[in-house]
């Protein structure tokens, strides 16, 4: 019950989002599409600093590497080196997942708002597309909801793909499993949230298709800063060899220069 007291306030602010946006004409549906299409508008700054973020850890990433193969078998001592190293170099580990956890008051209030609406039917259509017969249902509860759900998973997906750039491979696989582990969840949700899910989704990847060509990749050092955490250089490589298999041959050092030898020259016999 106090929960529910403490985001009351939640779902009135969204369910009169949607009310002043069904007011101008907008169908419920696209309500949502449209209110999803705003948040993500107003997330552009935290989105910019989530790309930046990502570059800067993109190019601290052989350093952080190093110190992972260093402190690899003490976690303790690894963690706090990493932190070091992210306060010495201005890194924020957080500013890629900000996007993600501002979209969860508008999750919530979504959720408490289609409820209401399944209880209490506002005036008007709450279908989609004449595809979805109702956003307020289950997503189960109609065959058009497994569809929804198939686009759910591919833009999942697709939006991990563009923003995985910098993840640890175990991390990556771990992106891509995530959607079919949340498949059962989400089929308990709303069909409005799931909407609004794939409508963020479809963004995601439209924004990652938009970054990649306007913003440069950016280059890994040739040569990584060192620190005094920094494991030392391994020795140089053996010398390279020739076209034959054989090892080039060593300079031979020019000989020192002795006295000048002396020539005999034989004596003419005289004529008689």
Known sequence: MIVAGLLTPLEHLFRHILNGLHHVGI???WSIVVLTVIVRMLLVPLTVKQIHSMQNMQRHAPQMKEIQKKYKGDRQKLNEELMKFY???NINPASSCLPLLAQIPVFIGLYYTLNTFSKHPPAGNLSW????????????????GYV???????????STYFMSGTMQQSQRILMYVLPFAFIFVIARFPTGLVLYWMTTNLWTVGQGLITRRLIPKTPLPS?????SRTPPREPPPPPPVGEDGAKPEA???AATPGPPRRVKRKKKKAKR
């Open 27 to 29: 169908p419920w549906a």
């Open 87 to 89: 306060r010495e170099n």
């Open 129 to 144: 597309l004449h595809f979805v017969p109702s956003i307020a249902a289950h997503v189960t509860h109609h065959w058009s």
């Open 148 to 158: 929804l759900l198939t686009v759910y998973v591919a833009s999942q997906l697709a």
């Open 223 to 227: 040569s990584p800063k060192r620190s």
């Open 251 to 253: 300079p031979v050092a």
